[in-house]
């Protein structure tokens, strides 16, 4: 099913992430659907998208999730509490310091807390940044929740080094809405970027994924229950994406 080629990006509105916003502004504050609501589907449509590319099962499988502060790494937290749930050993890694995560980020730290899915802070790991520590040469899968449509510039600091370390792992790397690093706007590759094999984009592509499927990698769109009135006020004529399934690949031309 996940491999079905539905739609060609052309077929599809890509959105500016200034639309975006204004998808999630519509979504929240005029239909009433709280973001967490939207943050799991995303972060379940992540933790499908991973089983399904490793074969069906995260028995025993080694993850590793990269978090950033904003609601990228909020879906990266759901993803890993699914991923866990599903008998995978996952270790999340951030990039920053709990109090800097967003709200509902924070929320989802305390839950993984709770649960006991161990939980490291970059600077926590005495290991030189410059190789990687030793369960990425175990992982079997890297997930990049650590930037998405709110990038600003080259990525700084601990997300630079995490986004070097995982290119450095060779190991495949699903990245959450847009590849850390590329700009979903219009497609600048900053430095350094994630070289996912595959991304999970959320409702809509965002024009800056058309760019570049080099970094990209495989396109996966995830219904996270926009409802097609949000679209149609902002005079969007978006085909009925997800009709019979809740993940579509998405195919760039040739
Ligand atoms: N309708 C949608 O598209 C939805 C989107 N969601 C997710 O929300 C994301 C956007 O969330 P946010 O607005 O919190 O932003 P992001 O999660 O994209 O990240 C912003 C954070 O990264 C930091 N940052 C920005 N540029 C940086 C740089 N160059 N170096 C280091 N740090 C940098 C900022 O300080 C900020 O804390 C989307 O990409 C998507 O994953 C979902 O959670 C909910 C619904
Ligand atoms: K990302």
């Not at 005495?126 to 190789?131: F, G, H």
């Not at 600091?157 to 995490?162: I, N, P, Q, S």
């Not at 350094?192 to 991304?199: G, H, K, L, M, V």
């Given at each position: 099913m996940l491999?079905d ?5 052309e ?17 929240i504050e ?8 939207m943050m ?7 933790a499908?998208?991973?089983?399904r590319r490793l074969?069906g099962s ?8 990269l978090v950033g ?7 990266g937290l ?9 008998g995978?050993e996952?270790?999340?890694l951030?990039?920053t310091?709990?109090?800097?995560l967003k709200e509902e980020t924070q929320?989802?730290?305390?839950i993984?807390e709770a649960?006991?899915?161990?939980l490291?802070?970059?600077d926590?790991i005495?290991?030189p940044i410059?190789k990687?520590t030793?369960?990425w040469?175990r992982a079997?899968l890297?997930l990049?929740?650590?930037?998405g ?9 601990f997300?630079a080094d995490?986004i ?5 792992s060779?190991?495949?790397?699903i990245?959450l ?6 700009d979903?706007n219009d497609?600048?590759i ?6 996912a094999?595959a991304t999970?984009t959320l409702?809509?592509?965002?024009r800056g994924l058309?760019?570049?499927p080099?970094?990209?990698?495989d ?5 996270i229950g ?12 978006v085909?009925p994406?997800?009709?019979h399934q809740p993940?579509?690949?998405?195919r760039?031309?040739?």
């Amino acid at each position: 099913m996940l491999t079905d080629f539905p739609f060609a990006i052309e077929e599809i509105p890509t959105l500016s992430v200034e639309q975006m916003r204004e998808v999630d502004r519509i979504m929240i504050e005029d239909l009433g659907i709280p973001l967490i609501q939207m943050m799991e589907h995303a972060g379940r449509a992540l933790a499908d998208v991973a089983r399904r590319r490793l074969g069906g099962s995260v028995v025993g499988k080694h993850i590793i999730v990269l978090v950033g502060a904003g609601h990228n790494g909020g879906g990266g937290l759901v993803a890993a509490r699914h991923l866990h749930n599903w008998g995978a050993e996952v270790h999340v890694l951030f990039a920053t310091a709990f109090k800097r995560l967003k709200e509902e980020t924070q929320r989802q730290y305390r839950i993984l807390e709770a649960i006991g899915v161990p939980l490291w802070h970059f600077d926590d790991i005495s290991t030189p940044i410059d190789k990687p520590t030793p369960q990425w040469g175990r992982a079997a899968l890297v997930l990049d929740a650590l930037l998405g449509y709110n990038l600003h510039g080259d990525p700084r600091g601990f997300y630079a080094d995490l986004i070097r370390l995982a290119n450095a792992s060779r190991t495949p790397i699903i990245s959450l809405d847009v590849p850390s690093g590329l700009d979903a706007n219009d497609g600048t590759i900053y430095s350094p970027c994630i070289e996912a094999d595959a991304t999970v984009t959320l409702a809509l592509p965002k024009r800056g994924l058309r760019e570049s499927p080099f970094v990209v990698g495989d396109l996966y769109l995830a219904d996270i229950g926009i409802a097609p009135e949000v679209y149609k006020r902002m005079g969007l004529d978006v085909p009925p994406l997800f009709q019979h399934q809740p993940i579509v690949r998405v195919r760039y031309p040739t």
